[in-house]
């Protein structure tokens, strides 16, 4: 049974950091995508970044380009995101997913987490 838990939300002042992990347990070799994406109540979850396992590449969306990066330790099979320069508005409900095919479409990701929160005050 595959599972993934995120850890590492938290609440920071708007410019500080903070790094979120996911850990995957069960075997997901058939999924080669790791992607992370947010949540606010009442909203459509948000593709935010992902990574291929295989080493093909990261991707982010546009507005944490050049502010959160995405990266992976497979021995551990963990991957995380580290989130500089936070802003009010990245205040969400974090979840870590596993998939294959397109990094940003939400139903590519078969495996979720259970969510972290990140909370970014001004």
């Known amino acids: 049974q595959v599972q993934l838990v995120e850890s590492g939300g938290g609440s920071v002042q708007a410019g500080g950091s903070l790094r979120l992990s996911c850990a995957a347990s069960?075997?997901?070799?058939?999924?080669?995508?790791m992607g992370w994406f947010r949540q606010a109540p009442g909203k459509e979850r948000e593709w935010v970044a992902s990574?291929?396992?295989?080493?093909?590449?990261?991707y982010y969306t546009a507005s944490v380009k050049g502010r959160f990066s995405i990266t992976q330790d497979n021995a551990k099979n963990t991957v995380y995101l580290e989130m500089n320069s936070l802003k009010p508005e990245d205040t969400d409900m974090y979840y870590c997913a596993a998939g294959r095919y397109c990094p940003a479409r939400v139903h590519d990701y078969t495996y979720w987490g259970q969510g972290t929160q990140v909370t970014v005050s001004s």
């Open positions: 069960g075997d997901i070799s058939s999924r080669n995508l």
């Open positions: 990574v291929y396992t295989g080493g093909g590449g990261a």
